[in-house]
């Protein structure tokens, strides 16, 4: 049976994600669970490097709730943790669209310094560079990075 264009979509993000995944385990983070709240991850001392995916971290401008791809904890330069946002877009689509959405998001309720990881070559180039732009404005937006960028970022910080 053949995908959808949304099921295609979904499953090339999840890949952006097994890759952000495999980036945390080499740094010998280790999972602490799936779709768990913040309060867990933070609150797992028994592993001091650890991570949780589909994390509930409160609500946002919609006053909905909001989960984050990866809630990342055990840096030592980032006490509250750090949060990974993957967005994959392979064609023309809408999740450029909701930059302006995440970076309010970001800016306003996420509890912790946040990377995004951009993948695929279906973004509006105005709305990449946009996002990008948002880091010197957004005092809780660490970074906006392509996959290898943030290999790098992590070989050096994680």
């Known amino acids: 049976m053949a995908l959808t264009q949304g099921g295609r979509a979904n499953k090339a993000g999840r890949i952006l994600e097994i890759n952000v995944e495999a980036i945390l385990?080499?740094?010998?983070?280790f999972q602490v669970g799936n779709?768990?709240?913040k309060e867990i991850v933070l609150n797992a001392a028994l592993l001091p490097k650890r991570y949780g995916k589909e994390v509930y971290i409160g609500t946002g401008i919609y006053h909905t709730d909001l989960k984050v791809d990866f809630y990342v904890v055990g840096l030592p330069a980032m006490p509250s943790g750090l949060i990974i946002e993957c967005k994959w877009q392979e064609s023309p689509g809408s999740v450029d669209e909701k930059f302006p959405y995440l970076n309010m998001n970001i800016q306003d309720y996420y509890p912790a310094p946040t990377i995004v990881i951009l993948g695929?070559?279906?973004?509006?180039?105005?709305?990449?560079?946009?996002l990008k732009a948002r880091v010197n404005d957004n005092h809780n937006l660490l970074a906006?990075?392509?996959?290898?960028?943030?290999?790098?970022?992590?070989?050096k910080n994680l």
């Open 25 to 29: 385990n080499g740094h010998n983070y």
């Open 35 to 37: 779709y768990v709240s």
């Open 120 to 130: 695929g070559e279906g973004m509006r180039e105005g709305a990449s560079k946009w």
């Open 144 to 155: 906006v990075y392509s996959l290898d960028r943030f290999i790098a970022w992590a070989n």
